[in-house]
């Protein structure tokens, strides 16, 4: 079904959910940016489609997140290892010349040789002999730094394991043999894999599947190189993207300038550009910049008076920025969509270990999802949890005869 005049966009974002068993396949540690705490489960990451009037969502995943802490810590001590094989071989290496110069001093001094052969080579050996004491100064600060990296990742193995999970808890979790070419296998390496990656994937199968769509909004988890350059791939649709941005230190090329400057530098230099919408009570600095090569706006946005400065990027030079914040106010469907999923349709209440399991339990959720839709559809104008409500007191009342 086309709408005429109203904008289609593919929405990509992630949620937490809770699973009370730490022997469910693949379950790990997960953070929960809401409440800012961790949770055992799976992020949940969805594609949707907005149609021009509903969210429908058409793609999703699980995954699990190893966590970042202990690999730190293990990169440091390896990167410390490393230093103290340097430092050991450097020291060993010195010693061997040392020795070598010294027994030649006795050779000569047993032959008596000449006085001025022997004073260079005293000379010699008490440089290298000062030399000799500062490489093992090196070896044993190294070895000390090194013994440090040691002891914060035997901590860390204990306050922040890999997936949350000590290693007996690990080893007790439910494993399932799958062949290779069986669909369980692809949707069980998704759960380790690169969300990004699983991003671009999802966005090449919803154009190949024909759903037409002018935008791709995802929130600042998701901008990236990456993503952006998958969209621009598709010449021939004209798909555009429109995301939040963190002001962090991701660097932008000014257009005026030349100069590769964070968000934040970028909002200071062009602060005195700031101009007024009326219409959404809010000020913004549209700036144009290259990122990663790639022409973009960035448009730095600030809700009312005591509002923080947010930024927002597109690759839509034509947009403005009434437009721009209409668009991506779409984006707040998908938050819907894992509200109304949670509360109302069990989405991720399954407890069984199988992974297999787990993703059935989250499709079927979605097919219900879709089917209240259409129900909505039909009986325009009821939010979903009172067709939630009306479609249970259908199920639970008996047939009358009539």
Excluded at 91 to 113: F, I, M
Excluded at 168 to 183: A, G, I, N, T, V
Aim: hydrophobic share 35%; glycine share 6%.
């Amino acid at each position: 079904v086309k709408y005429c005049g109203q904008t289609r966009a593919l929405i990509f974002d992630d949620s937490p959910i809770e699973k009370s068993g730490k022997k469910i396949e693949g379950v790990s540690k997960v953070h929960d940016h809401v409440t800012g705490r961790f949770i055992f489960g799976y992020k949940i990451l969805v594609c949707g489609y907005w149609d021009g009037n509903n969210f429908i969502p058409i793609d999703f995943s699980l995954h699990r997140e190893r966590g970042k802490e202990l690999d730190k810590a293990r990169k440091r001590r390896n990167r410390a290892r490393r230093r103290v094989k340097q430092a050991r071989l450097g020291y060993q290496e010195h010693k061997e010349r040392h020795n070598t110069s010294r027994s030649k001093l006795n050779d000569l001094r047993k032959e008596k040789a000449g006085k001025a052969g022997l004073e260079r080579l005293e000379k010699y050996i008490a440089r290298s002999k000062k030399r000799l004491s500062k490489l093992r100064g090196k070896l044993k600060a190294a070895e000390a730094v090194l013994a440090d990296k040691e002891k914060l990742v035997r901590e860390k193995q204990k306050s922040a394991p890999l997936y949350g999970l000590s290693g007996r808890e690990y080893r007790k979790q439910f494993k399932k043999e799958r062949h290779p070419d069986s669909p369980g296998y692809q949707r069980r390496l998704e759960a380790d894999q690169s969300k990004i990656k699983i991003v671009v994937d999802m966005l090449r199968r919803a154009a190949k599947r024909g759903f037409n769509f002018e935008y791709v909004l995802v929130d600042s988890w998701f901008f990236s190189k990456e993503i952006l350059a998958c969209i621009e791939s598709f010449h021939t649709r004209c798909i555009k993207l429109v995301a939040m941005v963190k002001m962090g230190k991701m660097l932008y090329r000014d257009c005026l300038s030349n100069k590769e400057l964070r968000a934040d530098e970028l909002r200071k230099k062009y602060r005195k550009k700031v101009k007024r919408s009326r219409k959404l009570n809010a000020s913004y600095i549209k700036v144009p910049v290259y990122y990663d090569n790639r022409r973009v706006n960035l448009f730095f946005v600030k809700i009312g008076s005591g509002g923080k400065w947010k930024c927002l990027v597109t690759n839509d030079l034509n947009l403005n920025f009434n437009k721009l914040m209409e668009i991506y106010h779409i984006r707040w469907s998908i938050e819907v969509f894992y509200k109304d999923a949670k509360q109302y349709i069990q989405l991720g209440r399954c407890q069984c270990n199988n992974f297999d399991s787990q993703i059935g339990a989250a499709t079927l959720a979605m097919m219900q999802y879709i089917m209240l839709l259409l129900y909505k559809q039909m009986h325009y104008g009821q939010s979903l949890g009172s067709i939630f409500d009306l479609s249970l007191i259908h199920i639970s009342e008996p047939t009358r005869p009539y």
